[in-house]
């Protein structure tokens, strides 16, 4: 079994920071391409960033210069610092991550998080 638990959410007023975490835990053989997604009420589900096993990264328009996602390897965590928050990164984020199992070392499969809640208001 393979879970990723995310952490660091909650309430910031606008133009304030948050860091978010997501740690893998389980049958891990190797982790690939890890990656930040958010949803906000009423709206589709949205990629924020993606950063590769080797550290490649790529950023949604409306985040660049504001966020930044690094990962971890040898904690099997990925990061999103959030700073000059604005009302419209409300959503909640969820973690996703491109892994093979000890089991099934040769498929990779995508696991997403539970998601945490990110709300900037004032």
């Known amino acids: 079994q393979v879970q990723l638990v995310e952490s660091g959410g909650g309430l910031v007023q606008p133009g304030g920071s948050l860091r978010l975490s997501c740690a893998a835990s389980g049958n891990i053989f190797n982790i690939y391409g890890m990656g930040w997604y958010r949803q906000a009420p009423g709206k589709q589900r949205e990629l924020v960033a993606t950063?590769?096993?080797?550290?490649?990264?790529n950023y949604t328009d409306s985040v660049k210069g504001r966020f930044t996602i690094s990962r971890d390897n040898a904690k099997r965590t990925v990061y999103l610092q959030m700073n000059s928050l604005k009302p419209e990164d409300t959503a909640v984020y969820y973690c996703?991550?491109?892994?093979?199992?000890?089991?099934?070392?040769?498929?990779?499969?995508?696991?997403w998080g539970q998601g945490t809640q990110v709300t900037v208001s004032s």
């Open positions: 950063i590769t096993s080797g550290g490649s990264t």
């Open positions: 996703k991550a491109r892994i093979r199992t000890v089991v099934q070392p040769m498929v990779g499969y995508d696991y």
